[in-house]
């Protein structure tokens, strides 16, 4: 677990965000979905399923930008637009 977490800090420095996560107006008329965006960043560091236009990721979010997630599925990073999420919820924790 603690290697784990490691990986998702090192994930997480990679695709920091220039104001960490602090969007100026400009950036913000630019989010297609801002309720969505909103949504996700409540979710970040958590499991979470996203169904996209193809098919059904489950991961955990790394990372929220205004245009795309960075979703950790099996130590391995997938950026998914935000455009083609359908849905999105946590992932059922196990017992």
């Given at each position: 677990?603690?290697?784990f977490?490691?990986?998702l800090?090192?994930?997480?420095?990679?695709?920091?965000?220039?104001?960490?996560?602090?969007?100026?107006?400009?950036?913000?008329?630019?989010?297609?979905?801002?309720?969505?965006?909103?949504?996700?960043?409540?979710?970040?560091?958590?499991a979470?399923?996203?169904?996209?236009?193809?098919?059904?990721?489950?991961?955990?979010?790394?990372?929220?930008?205004?245009?795309?997630?960075?979703?950790?599925?099996?130590?391995?990073?997938?950026?998914?637009?935000?455009?083609?999420?359908?849905?999105?919820?946590l992932?059922?924790?196990?017992?």
């Open positions: 677990m603690v290697h977490l490691s990986f800090h090192i994930l997480k420095s990679m695709v920091s965000f220039v104001g960490r996560g602090v969007l100026n107006m400009t950036q913000m008329e630019s989010i297609s979905n801002p309720y969505l965006y909103e949504t996700l960043k409540m979710m970040v560091g958590q979470i399923v996203v169904q996209t236009e193809k098919n059904i990721q489950q991961g955990v979010l790394i990372s929220i930008l205004p245009d795309h997630i960075v979703l950790a599925i099996s130590r391995t990073p997938f950026f998914i637009s935000i455009e083609e999420i359908v849905w999105v919820t992932a059922a924790s196990k017992k």
